[in-house]
């Protein structure tokens, strides 16, 4: 099972919007509603953005939002923050037999 | 809220078997929760690498299958990983994770580096 594909990098000015791509197969993205998304900084541990496609866990700000088209998801990054500069990764349930894909990150720069 | 803490050792010989433990804190180990151990080697992306159910069902990336082993202790409220023949490939930092449902890694570990090196 290969990862979902995902931009290496993008970048935007403070308060614009960004989004980024996951893009997989009709084997997890495609054939599931069961996307995640984490932000990773630096030397921490990644946590939960997103879950379900486009639900947000309590204490997450509502200028994240996700969505899927076929067999790709993204995350939205509207009015963006410094301390939204991170490494985000996609994840998806890819069935019962490799059960989990994560994407391959995309670092976010904000200008 | 649950608490997750990894431990072991930091070096393993190539050919050894890296063992971690992870420790639970705020919630029972017997909650409704998928225990799961996540990796990620230095400068890249993250993997998945198995879990197990209080109940003792397991399932694992079937790329690394054939080497893992995880484990639950309800008595001490942890969950171990093994990880046999490991080679410098399996170099990375090993975080644990819970989830409730599909891939929601809600809590993490703080993550540990295990190093393969002779």
């Known amino acids: 099972q290969s990862a979902l594909t995902q931009p290496r990098s993008v970048s935007e000015s403070p308060g614009q919007s960004v989004t980024i791509s996951c893009t997989g197969t009709s084997s997890d993205v495609g054939g599931y509603n069961y996307v995640s998304w984490y932000q990773q900084h630096p030397g921490k541990a990644p946590k939960l953005m997103i879950y379900?496609?486009?639900k947000r866990p309590s204490g997450v700000p509502d200028r994240f939002s996700g969505s899927k088209s076929g067999n790709t998801a993204s995350l939205t990054i509207s009015g963006l923050q410094a301390e939204d500069e991170a490494d985000y990764y996609c994840c998806s349930y890819a069935g019962s037999y490799t059960l989990y894909v994560f994407g391959t990150g995309t670092k976010v720069t904000v200008l | 809220q649950v608490q997750l803490q990894e431990s072991g050792p930091g070096l393993v010989k190539p050919s050894g078997t890296l063992s971690l433990t992870c420790a639970v804190s705020?919630?029972?180990?017997?909650?409704?929760?998928?225990w799961t151990w996540v990796r990620q080697p230095p400068g890249k992306g993250l993997e998945w690498i198995g879990e197990i159910y209080h109940s003792g069902s397991t399932n694992y990336n079937p790329s690394l299958k054939s080497r893992v082993t995880i484990s639950i202790d309800k008595s001490k409220d942890q969950f171990s990983l093994k990880l046999s023949s490991v080679t410098a490939a399996d170099t990375a930092v090993y975080y644990c994770?819970?989830?409730?449902?599909?891939?929601?890694?809600?809590?993490w570990g703080q993550g540990t580096l295990v190093t393969v090196s002779s």
């Open positions: 379900d496609v486009s």
């Open positions: 705020g919630d029972s180990i017997s909650s409704n929760n998928w």
């Open positions: 994770a819970s989830q409730t449902h599909y891939g929601d890694f809600a809590y």
